[in-house]
């Protein structure tokens, strides 16, 4: 493609509200441009970026015998309400009506639709198991779009969907998506993990997400320091062996601590550590409220108390409720003396406490000298604490190390939530009607694409790898006027065109100053810049990776090409 006949606006000055090095090279770069918030337009240059990320999923999809179809993005609202999600989704849905008011959804997901296609065209176990998907745009209307493509209102999604007669049969078509999602993102040159997620408001169990390691992710990964053992920091369970100390147990009593409300303060205030004190936290699960407790240097996982209770909300009690269920304020809660009919539990560190302190449930006081079992009761001792750095590996090898990563591909094991919903229904070999079992299988193909700008980046511009660059070569006449110049530039663009490679042809009048700076910036693997030694048909290498640079002839250079 010659430059000077597409459009690729590059920016000298980072944009203002551009807050990630994706967001602000995929701009100055030319691949995108914002339309509104969360909104963008993808240009040439990050058309075919992008297509690329899309040939390659595709590849692996298929591989793994899944078949491409394609839903409409406006979905009525009688599906989702079918679901039962059209109330429970949140605003996150953008919802609107059209001219004889009837309700629709900019798909956010497809699960409904999908349904509703199987459910209508699939009846008999022959034709399970089914795994089908698609490449489309998702809208979701975001509170805070931030940081590009990473978090949008309008993105492209890879969403697949699986249907099965059996249990087994879901299991063999997971490892085989677990499989493609990982040969996706290798061939991508994405650092990634493959981790134990939570499936959240998509119902199911068995998950994984596949993280892209990055400074900027929002999400905190936990992993082994000497296997390959990783998971959100919400799902990694803790294995830790405690130990109560060694010494007798004091009696119960009361202590004075004015104005002390925070774990911290506590702590110092009694000249004690945080493991000393025991945590407090009201929540509400559902429609009943819990008391949970933990170590004072730990912290309550409330997907933990969420999975405990098979509970669909779980959340902190508000001061309000805390003051009407404890009859004391937030940071004077505890567990001694409270409603029999309160349910306790607590992080299995607290069982191994000896002469802790906590709460009184009395403004400006606390218990100290208090033991588990003897001066409370707990309905369970469980894991629901967040692991930390340092702990040991839940399998065994190594310590617990954190990473920061940033979604871009998640598989489920949804079950029946949605066939029984909606009726999606087969019948098996004994010609009993049975619901269908379901898997959901996502990749964020725009966000992939941003994922891969914050890994290959350097101070100059984007640095593209091999299987997402729009262009293999970058060809650069110095001197566009100059005759010599200008035909040997033709005639490498020509060549390396006809052997297969796809090229980027800088023939625009510019200074080579503004051509260097723009070759930098867009990141194509190889800049050929053809200059004062054309008439010796000599040209001048540049590897962007490496920041390498040879010269070599124009027939040693379509050789070294081909072998690229």
Known sequence: MRQSMTLIPTLREVPADAEVKSHQLLLRAGFIRQNTSGIYSFLPLGKKALKNVEDIIREEMDRSGAVELLMPA?????????????????????????????????????????????????????????????????????KRPRFGLLRGREFLMKDAYSFHANQESLDEVYEKMYTAYSNIFSRLGLNFRAVIADSGAMGGKDTHEFMVLSEIGEDTIAYSSDSSFAA??????????????????????????????????VAAYLNMEKVDLIKSILFKVDDKF???????????????????????????????????VMGASIGSVGPISVAEELEIVADTAVEYMVNAVCGANEEGVHYQHVNPSRDFSVSQFTDLRFIKEGDPSPDGQGIIQFAK??????IFKLGTRYSEAMGATFLDD???????????????????????????????????????????????????????????????YQKLKDSGKDVLFDDRQERPGVKFADADLIGLPVRITVGKKAEENMVEVKWRATGEMEEMTVEELIQTMQKK
């Not at 009506?97 to 798909?107: I, K, P, S, T």
């Not at 130990?243 to 009593?253: N, R, S």
């Not at 202590?255 to 002390?260: D, R």
């Open 232 to 265: 959100n920091i919400e799902m990694a369970p803790v294995v830790v062996s405690y130990e109560k100390k060694a010494e007798a147990e004091k009696e119960l009593q009361k202590v004075s601590t004015p104005n002390q409300k925070t774990i911290e303060e």
């Open 74 to 142: 406006m979905q009525a609202a009688e599906l989702w309400q079918e679901s039962g999600r059209w109330y429970s989704y949140g605003p996150e849905l953008m919802r609107l009506r059209d001219r004889h008011d009837r309700e629709f959804a900019l798909g956010a997901t497809h699960e409904e639709v999908i349904t509703t296609i199987v459910r209508d065209e699939v009846k008999s176990y022959k034709k399970l198991p089914l795994s089908l998907y698609q490449i489309q745009t998702k809208f979701r209307d975001e």
């Open 290 to 324: 819990v008391l949970t407790l933990a170590r004072g240097d730990h912290e309550i996982n409330d997907v933990k108390l969420k999975n405990l209770y098979q509970a669909s909300v779980v959340e902190v009690a508000s001061s309000e409720d805390v003051q009407k």
């Open 405 to 410: 990563g940033i979604e871009v591909g998640h």
């Open 430 to 492: 004994n010609g009993r009607s049975q619901p269908m079992i379901m898997g959901c299988y996502g990749i964020g193909v725009s966000r992939v694409l941003a994922a891969v700008v914050e890994q290959y980046h350097d101070d100059n511009g984007i640095v593209w790898p091999k299987a997402v660059t729009p262009y293999h070569a970058h060809v650069i006449p110095v001197n566009a006027k100059n005759e010599t110049q200008l035909n040997l530039a033709e005639e490498i």
